[in-house]
C-alpha cells in the first residue's frame, strides 16, 4: 500500500477510526488504539516508531481547510512514506481533478436511520466543550455552551449549568427536539441524497461507506465495512487491526446503551 489517502466525513460519524485503521493499514503497525476521550470514543492519533504523524507533516491527521482537495501536500520525508489526513469537507471533484498525484478516498455518508446517534454524537463533544467553559460567564463562553443553554431555556425552562449533571432523559429531549441537523453546513455534505454519486471518472479511487453499515456484524464475526476498507486499501486482516474495531464497536454499543438506549429501538 503505497498510496496516499484523504478521508472525509462529519465530526459525529467516526471518522477518526476510519483514519488510524487506515494508517495502521499503510505503515503495519500493529498497536492498541488509545482513546482521547472515551466519553464520545475519540481516538488519539498514534506514532510509528516513536515519529508522531503530525499536523506538521500532512500525515494521519485532520485538516479541517476547505480547499483540501486541491492544495493539500504530503511530506514525503523519513520514515513517512504514506499521506493519511481526515478531513470535514466532503469531497470536491474539481479541485481532485486538478491535482498532480493521485491520492485515494474514503467517506462517510449518512441517512435518517442515523440521525439520533449522529446528534447524540454532536451533543456529547459539545457537552465536553461546556465542560471546559466552567468558571466561565455564558458571555465568555464558548458557542456550544451558549447553544446548550440556550435550548434548556427553551425545552425545560431552566439554565444550563454543567456537562456533567445532564441526564439521559435531558438528552433525549435534545435530541428528539433537533430538526435542523440535515441542514447543518457540514452534514448535509454527507446525508445520502446530497452527496449523489461519485463521478465515472473518479469512481475507481473512492470508497464510499454508510455510517448505518459501520458496525455490522457478521454471524461468523467479520465486519463488512472493514472487509470493505481492506479491500480497497490493498490490507490484509490481522489480531490488532481486528480487535481495534471490535473494541471501538463494542465501547460504542455500550456509550449508547448507556446515553439513549432508545435509538437502537427507534
Given at each position: 500500500?503505497?498510496?496516499d ?21 499503510a ?21 510509528v ?11 494521519l ?58 446528534l ?23 458557542t456550544h ?22 441526564t ?7 435530541i ?9 453546513y ?6 445520502e441524497p ?28 467479520s465486519y ?5 476498507i ?7 486482516i ?7 474495531y ?19 429501538t427507534?
Amino acid at each position: 500500500m503505497a498510496q496516499d489517502y484523504i478521508i472525509s466525513s462529519s465530526r459525529e460519524h467516526h471518522g477518526s477510526l476510519i483514519t488510524q485503521l487506515v494508517g495502521m493499514i499503510a505503515y503495519n503497525a500493529v498497536f492498541p488504539f488509545s482513546y482521547a476521550d472515551e466519553t464520545n470514543l475519540v481516538l488519539e492519533y498514534f506514532t510509528v516508531d516513536s515519529a508522531p504523524l503530525t499536523i506538521d507533516n500532512a500525515l494521519l491527521r485532520y485538516k479541517a481547510d476547505s480547499t483540501i482537495y486541491k492544495d493539500v501536500e504530503f511530506d514525503k520525508t523519513g520514515y513517512f512514506t504514506i499521506g493519511v489526513v481526515h478531513t470535514e469537507n466532503a469531497p470536491n471533484y474539481a479541485h481532485i481533478r486538478e491535482r498532480t498525484d493521485s491520492p485515494n478516498f474514503i467517506a462517510i455518508t449518512w441517512n435518517d436511520q442515523d440521525q439520533n446517534e449522529l446528534l447524540l454524537n454532536s451533543y456529547f463533544r459539545w457537552v465536553n466543550i461546556a465542560n471546559d467553559d466552567k468558571g466561565k460567564t455564558l458571555e465568555n463562553s464558548s458557542t456550544h455552551t451558549k447553544w446548550l443553554a440556550l435550548r434548556f431555556r427553551q425545552l425545560f425552562g431552566i439554565d444550563f449549568t454543567s456537562g456533567d449533571e445532564i441526564t439521559v432523559d435531558q438528552l433525549k429531549s435534545l435530541i428528539l427536539a433537533e430538526s435542523g441537523y440535515k441542514s447543518q453546513y457540514v452534514a448535509k455534505q454527507f446525508y445520502e441524497p446530497n452527496f449523489g454519486t461519485v463521478p465515472d471518472d473518479l469512481a475507481s479511487r473512492f470508497l464510499v461507506l454508510k455510517y448505518s453499515d459501520l458496525f455490522v456484524k457478521n454471524s461468523d464475526g467479520s465486519y463488512p465495512t472493514l472487509n470493505s476498507i481492506l479491500a480497497f486499501t490493498g490490507g490484509t486482516i490481522n489480531d490488532a487491526l481486528y480487535k481495534n474495531y471490535d473494541d471501538f464497536a463494542a465501547a460504542r454499543l455500550t456509550f449508547i446503551n448507556k446515553w439513549a438506549p432508545w435509538i437502537l429501538t427507534a
